[in-house]
Every structure is written in structure tokens, then in C-alpha cells.
Nanobody, 119 residues
Framework: QVQLVESGGGLVQPGGSLRLSCAAS????????MGWYRQAPGKQRELVTT???????YYKDSVKGRFTISRDNANNTVYLQMVSLEPEDTAVYYCTAGWRGRWPPHDYWGQGTQVTVSS
């Protein structure tokens, strides 16, 4: 079992930046691929980005060049750095984990953190 706790969400103006963190516990973090999903009001949940145990990353087209996922295996944490935020990025962001090689990672989910981009 893996427990995931997100933090770092909030209200930011368009063009601003936020960094989300996801602290993992309960198992060997380096064995898991990690990801971020988001769900906007009235919309389906969507995959935003993933990072494998080898730090190979994937990004949804609309966030390429603006979002960066990274992982710190020593501290069991995955990060999502978001810059040039747009109102369309407003959503609840969920951290996920999945056993390595089972893409996209979605076996374990955090509780979510709200990101609101608004002036």
C-alpha cells in the first residue's frame, strides 16, 4: 500500500506559478511510477503528467513547456512545477502511484489539492 499526500495548491493569477508536492509513504517509493491527474468542474478527470522510476516523463500536450514533473527518491516526494498558469489549469490535482511499468500510474491516489487560476 502507498499513501499519498498532496500539498501546494492555492489561488494564483494568470501567468503565475505554483509547485505541488506529493509525499509518499508505506512502500518503496523508487519502485513506483508517479503521476498527476486533474479534474476541472464539470469535466472528466484527465492525465496531466507522469514520471517513471527511471525519471522518464510524459506530458499532456496543453501543459508541455509549462509544467515540469520531478521526483526525489531520497525523500519519497514527487513535484509538479507549474509556470505560466492559465485559467484552464484550474482543477483539483491528484497525485498517483503505480507499480513500475504499469502506465499510466493509477493504483494509488492522493486526496487532491485545489489549484485555482484567476485574476
Amino acid at each position: 500500500q502507498v499513501q499519498l499526500v498532496e500539498s501546494g495548491g492555492g489561488l494564483v493569477q494568470p501567468g503565475g506559478s505554483l509547485r505541488l508536492s506529493c509525499a509518499a509513504s508505506g512502500s518503496i517509493f523508487s519502485n513506483y511510477d508517479m503521476g498527476w491527474y486533474r479534474q476541472a468542474p464539470g469535466k472528466q478527470r484527465e492525465l496531466v503528467t507522469t514520471i517513471t522510476t527511471y525519471s522518464r516523463s510524459y506530458y499532456k500536450d496543453s501543459v508541455k513547456g509549462r509544467f515540469t514533473i520531478s521526483r526525489d527518491n531520497a525523500n519519497n516526494t514527487v513535484y509538479l512545477q507549474m509556470v505560466s498558469l492559465e485559467p484552464e489549469d484550474t482543477a483539483v490535482y491528484y497525485c498517483t502511484a503505480g507499480w513500475r511499468g504499469r502506465w499510466p500510474p493509477h493504483d494509488y491516489w492522493g486526496q487532491g489539492t485545489q489549484v485555482t487560476v484567476s485574476s
